[in-house]
Antibody, heavy 115, light 108 residues
Framework: QVQLQESGPGLVKPSETLSLTCTVSGGSISNNYWSWIRQPAGKGLEWVGRISASGSTNLNPSLKSRVSMSVDTSKNQFSLSLSSVTAADTAVYYC?????????WGQGTLVTVSS | EIVLTQSPGTLSLSPGERATLSCRASQSVSSSYLVWYQQKPGQAPRLLIYGASSRATGIPDRFSGSGSGTDFTLTISRLEPEDFAVYYCQQYGSLPLTFGPGTKVGIK
């Protein structure tokens, strides 16, 4: 059974960079796409972007100038970096398997942007 | 960008009743590349339906999806207590991938 676990700071200061890592267990990160989705409290889901095992990315244009993703196949991990954060970036961030739709999700991690 | 609209915003029903949820797209979703997720409080979304009408692994057959083009429907034939949740549609026919705002199915 594939499992995903997000990790990273729960609190980030405004204008700084949010960095999260997703560790995949129970399966290889190779030969799949991997995604980040976020959800502000009490609101809907927003697609952040996806990355292939080879490192090819597609990012949401609304965030594109601030987002980068990377993959480390040796560690079975992929990562999200979001720069110049504001309070509007406060959300639960999910990592998930799949590039089109997602059948395995992490539990989500709350990231709060506040000074 | 394809904008998805879901209706109603909230549905109040009793266990055993039928639920019909609508998802409308601002432009045609190619190849019916639409999915439905269920989300309960404090949990990650759970994939229910992909390709507009195919049930994901382990999903009970009381859940069914239909539609094409711009109009899609999720039907829950007889609501079980565990079905009360928020349901989201999402299209994967074109980038950026987009989600609908959700329909909350609550207990009447």
């Amino acid at each position: 059974q594939v499992q995903l676990q997000e990790s990273g700071p729960g609190l980030v200061k405004p204008s700084e960079t949010l960095s999260l890592t997703c560790t995949v267990s129970g399966g290889s990160i190779s030969n799949n796409y991997w995604s980040w989705i976020r959800q502000p409290a009490g609101k809907g889901l927003e697609w952040v972007g996806r990355i292939s095992a080879s490192g090819s990315t597609n990012l949401n244009p609304s965030l594109k100038s601030r987002v980068s993703m990377s993959v480390d196949t040796s560690k079975n991990q992929f990562s999200l970096s979001l720069s110049s954060v504001t309070a509007a970036d406060t959300a639960v961030y999910y990592c998930a398997r799949g590039g089109s739709y997602n059948n395995y999700w992490g539990q989500g991690t709350l990231v709060t942007v506040s000074s | 960008e394809i904008v998805l609209t879901q209706s109603p915003g909230t549905l109040s029903l009793s266990p055993g009743e039928r639920a019909t949820l609508s998802c409308r797209a601002s432009q045609s979703v190619s190849s019916s590349y639409l999915v439905w997720y269920q989300q309960k409080p404090g949990q990650a979304p759970r994939l229910l339906i992909y390709g507009a009408s195919s049930r994901a692994t382990g999903i009970p057959d009381r859940f069914s999806g239909s539609g094409s083009g711009t109009d899609f429907t999720l039907t829950i034939s007889r609501l079980e207590p565990e079905d009360f949740a928020v349901y989201y549609c999402q299209q994967y026919g074109s980038l950026p991938l987009t989600f609908g705002p959700g329909t909350k199915v609550g207990i009447k």
